[in-house]
């Protein structure tokens, strides 16, 4: 049903150690580099589906108040390792890996990047 996603930023050279750090955590590569953006994907794919980018009317980025993408995550070893990626690159927490109520085997982390988007990773497998 989703073809893509974008957040903003105000600092593509900043986002860059961010997502590469974790997202690599959870598998994900940059696919794509840019002036105005950065992509995202998991590895075989040809576009990215995840791109953060400078907004397009000029404007600062600012961050959605009530969106969060959240991403998949192959262990919870990984939501773990993601959110410590983030911490240390730049990120702030807003809820430490762990379950959730949101299912029996809901485990995730949330994360808001240096521009203030939030988002999480989810590991809903058995731990």
Known sequence: MI?????????????????????????YLRLSTGPQSLGYGAPGMEQAVFWVMR??????????????????APSRAAVDACH???LSHGGTDEGAPG????????????????????LSAVCDRPG
């Open 84 to 86: 410590a990626a983030g």
């Open 3 to 27: 073809r893509y996603v974008d957040v903003g930023s105000n600092d593509l050279t900043r986002a860059a150690r961010f997502y590469d750090a974790v997202l690599g955590a959870l598998g």
């Open 99 to 118: 379950l959730r109520d949101y299912g029996p085997d809901f485990y995730a982390c949330y994360l808001r990047d240096p521009d203030g988007n939030k």
């Open 55 to 72: 907004p397009w009317d000029g404007r600062a980025a600012s961050a959605g108040n009530g969106s969060m993408p959240a991403f998949i």
